[in-house]
């Protein structure tokens, strides 16, 4: 029967540079750091032989892991990879086979590479991938050692960057190895289609059985239905498939389950199919497909439909990196990065500009999260177009995912005779291989016009897809829909503005912070003359192709025919640092920060995606020093019908609140309480919210939402810091550092603050003296970490481990009061 083992501990890894002739004591040939194909004979690779003692010295590390992120930044590197510089690097994993596997099939499963990836096995080529967003599998039996020990080898070059933000680079996303018989399902073989709103529950399985034996096998194939409890709820079956030899064959499967509980964001409910294979009587391979029930459409006039309902697409757009990890995001930080975003209250993301890790799309499924599955490259070459095949095989049976984009603004070609043809090809390879699912295309630029180009030429994407306004007032949007009024659309890609959490004054850091000659004097940057020529956290700095958060939203909002809007984005990313250059190395496009805090402007999208749940927000803070008296700019983010402001008890005035707008007061400051308090329709107080004047820094405050008495073997607990005054008040200016020391069965696998010109290391080690082997083990084990306070706060990344005792975080800075995790009190968001 089929066995799926966890690959990624006891990885050795060294960057490609360090490898040297000592590191190969056996083959035919020895081999140098670039000699990635040795030809001259098939078993030649050293690296990859299992008898090769010279890997074993080198630096341990677990998968996901990204090496580009250990390294340090420098003016030097490229602007748009976060002033990191990428390289090259190997990785090799020795594993034993017992004997009793001898006869079995043996697969290794990659999810993703950074990238041009060479792999060999026990001495031999195996494959070599080129994207690093792609995942891809490898059949290794043949040449395995059972009884004995093998070598895996992963070469990878991460020189260049395939996007033009952070790439990373390493194995990044999780590694399998898999065990069958002779006769099995391949990876992503199964596919099942749900029925529509007739027949709900229907489930049409398409079952790809694959006979690695070198005679014919005769099989039969059965499917079993689970539902989100484990009762099996339907079969279907057998279907009788004849396999020639070392070849493939597809069973055709149908089961109705009466009244299924249909996958929705609000209700993601998860069913599975269990694929049985039958040779001779016995059964031989079990493959487990999760899927969900639910049915979608999109409609030129009223926008997204999902099982009936009418529902806006309230999407962001996500990069994958985070602070602290780089790319490489550990399955349970993709779940916490979910939560945030629907904590907001979105219900889409965008997987820009690259398919996804698998790990974030199980998050989706069963978090509740619609999906816009993007390619990484459009083309019609066999690469690309095998590098589509592969997204729709392994991505098609999400219920999270809604739509495969074909890529995103490809100016050179769009607007051309060759981007027409493109599109058609990859898009009729989409509703091949998946044809319940619509496609769409991130169109910028002159968009209006150049789709009347593809339309003049016989050609639309299922759904259109604009990015940005395409003109000043968004009138675009309506142009489109009288000109093509039976065609469904959304905004691809919309806002386009920055902001900086805390950020109300120019930064100051040890080297200046320059604003990028080619913003400072575009008028068409900056909103807010107050503020011009920095991001503050009121959203003043806008590229000359976006708009501000509230039109992003308005622009969607107020057009029903509009299926949704994806605001670019939902958390800042390594890299693009508009408006700035070096020292800044983070961008300031996301509603969270490259931590996950929420950022000021979050609170306007909490307000009105939630707006059956009354919020408050009040900015700025409120310490002002040496500016008593001076008017201060109060903006209140909310839903509630009336806001009255007040200031250490005194009325500045009640206000009514626009729906999807925000309300301003301008308040001499002086030191005290800042508050606002809401009101219903019927002039009912239902919420406050207040800013106290805080004092000096005096404690940290941990806060993480995990639960401590449920942490399994590889959880990661995200874990909050504030530093706060005496009274517990966050204290907005503090910079403080803490430092973070772990004790128990647990490892700090990274820390950071969302501070966009931080250049302090995100990993508890640095690259120069790990390659040299000078590094402590407790220290290699990442024991301890210091971070400092951005605005008054940082967070630091926790990894349970096996082993007995009890895992604890605590965090010290000078002077000031220690936390320990579990224990303490909220931080805030």
């Known amino acids: 029967m089929r066995e799926v083992e966890d690959f990624n501990r006891g990885w050795r890894f060294r960057m490609a540079g360090e490898v040297s002739s000592s590191d190969i004591t056996c083959g035919n040939k020895p081999l140098i750091a670039n000699e990635t194909y040795p030809w001259q004979k098939a078993n030649n690779h050293g690296l990859s032989r299992p008898d090769n003692p010279g890997p074993d010295t080198w ?36 594993f034993e086979l017992p004997e009793q596997d001898r006869g079995r099939r043996i697969f290794l499963e990659f999810d993703g590479i950074y990238r041009d990836s060479t792999v060999h096995v026990n001495g031999m080529f195996m494959a070599r991938n080129l994207s690093g967003y792609t995942s891809f599998g490898i059949e290794i039996g043949d040449i395995c ?23 990373g680079g390493g194995i990044y996303r999780a590694v399998r190895l898999v065990k069958t018989a002779p006769v099995c399902v391949p990876r992503c073989g199964v596919h099942v289609a749900t029925g529509g709103a007739e027949h709900p529950g229907r489930a049409d399985m398409r079952v790809r059985v694959h006979n690695g034996a070198y005679e014919r096998t005769d099989c039969e194939v059965f499917a079993h239905i689970m539902d989100p409890g484990g009762r099996e709820v339907a079969a279907s079956g057998p279907a009788h498939l004849s396999l020639d030899a070392m070849a493939s064959a597809e069973a055709e499967l149908s089961a109705e389950v009466r009244a299924p509980v249909l996958w929705s964001p609000d209700q993601p409910a998860l069913y599975e199919v269990a694929v049985e294979i039958f040779v001779g009587g016995r059964c031989v391979d079990c493959y487990s497909q999760g899927f969900g029930f639910r049915y979608f459409r999109f409609d030129p006039d009223t926008g997204f439909w999902l099982n009936g309902v009418n529902l806006k697409l309230k999407g962001l757009c996500c990069h994958q990196d985070h602070a602290g990890v780089g790319v490489a995001v550990p399955p349970s930080l993709q779940a916490w990065r979910v939560r945030r975003l629907k904590d907001l209250g979105a219900n889409a993301i965008r997987t820009s500009h690259n398919p996804p890790d698998p790990a974030l799309l199980d998050a989706c499924d069963r978090l509740g999260m619609l999906v816009m599955d993007e390619l990484r490259l459009p083309g019609i070459s066999d690469e690309v177009l095998s590098q589509f095949e592969g997204l729709v095989r392994r991505d098609r049976n999400h219920p999270s995912v809604i739509l495969w984009s074909l890529g995103n603004e490809e100016m050179r070609l769009h607007a051309t005779e060759q981007g027409v043809a493109m599109f058609r090809r990859l898009q009729r390879l989409s ?24 339309d003049e030429r016989g050609f639309r994407f299922d759904v259109f897809g604009a990015n940005y306004r395409g ?67 009121y959203g003043n700095a806008v590229t000359p192709w976006g708009c ?81 008296g001076e008017p201060i700019d109060v903006w209140c983010y909310g839903n509630t019908a009336e806001v009255e402001l007040f200031l250490n008890g005194r009325s500045l005035g009640r206000k009514a609140m626009p729906v999807n707008h925000r309300l301003e007061w301008q308040a001499p400051w002086e030191p005290g309480l800042l508050e606002a308090k809401g009101f219903d329709k019927k002039g009912r107080e239902i919420l406050s919210v207040s800013r106290r004047t805080a004092g000096a820094p005096a404690a940290i405050v941990l806060d993480s939402d995990a639960d401590s008495e449920n942490i399994r073997l590889d959880d990661v607990i995200v874990i909050n810091a504030a530093i706060v005054d005496r009274n517990g008040e966050i204290c907005p200016r503090a910079d403080n550092t803490v430092e973070f020391s772990v004790s128990g069965p647990g490892v700090i696998i990274g820390a950071g603050n969302g501070n966009p010109i931080s250049h302090e290391p995100d990993k508890p080690v640095v690259r ?31 990894k349970a481990a096996g082993g007995p005792g009890i895992l604890r975080l605590k965090a010290t800075s000078h002077l000031l009061k220690d936390a320990e995790w579990p224990a303490g009190c909220g931080a805030g968001a």
């Open 59 to 94: 630096r341990e590390v677990e998968l996901p892991h990204d090496f580009v992120i250990e390294g340090e930044f420098t003016s030097a590197a490229s602007l748009d990879n976060g002033s990191l510089a990428g390289g090259s690097a190997w990785y090799v994993r020795k």
């Open 145 to 167: 050692n059972f009884g004995g020990m093998n070598a895996v080898s992963v070469h990878v070059d991460a020189t260049e960057n395939e996007l033009w933000s952070y790439d």
């Open 431 to 454: 509703h091949q291989l998946d044809p319940g699912r619509p496609t769409t295309y991130a169109m910028n630029a002159d968009w209006l016009n150049i789709i009347r180009f593809h």
């Open 471 to 537: 003109s000043p007032d968004g009138g675009a949007y309506d142009a489109f829909h009288a000109r093509f009024p039976g065609w469904p659309m959304l905004g691809s890609e919309t806002w386009g503005g920055t902001c900086t959490r805390g950020l109300y004054e120019p930064e100051k850091s040890a080297i200046p912070v320059a604003v990028s000659p080619m913003w400072k004097e575009n008028k068409e940057c900056w909103r807010d003359e107050k503020h011009k020529h920095f991001s503050s956290a």
């Open 548 to 628: 501000t958060l509230e039109e992003a939203w308005r622009d969607c909002a107020n057009r029903p025919f509009m299926a949704g809007t994806f605001l670019w984005t939902g958390f800042d990313y390594r890299g693009e640092p508009f408006p700035y250059e070096w020292p800044a190395v983070v961008s300031r496009f996301g509603v969270l920060d490259l931590c996950g805090f929420y950022k000021e402007a979050a609170h306007y999208l909490r307000a009105w995606w939630r707006p059956d749940v009354p919020h408050l927000f009040i900015m700025p803070h409120w310490n002002w020093e040496g500016r008593e």
């Open 768 to 798: 120069r003296a790990m390659y040299a082997g000078s590094i402590p083990a407790a220290d290699r084990r990442g024991s301890s970490h210091a971070r400092m306070a951005y605005h008054g706060l940082c967070q630091v990344m926790v």
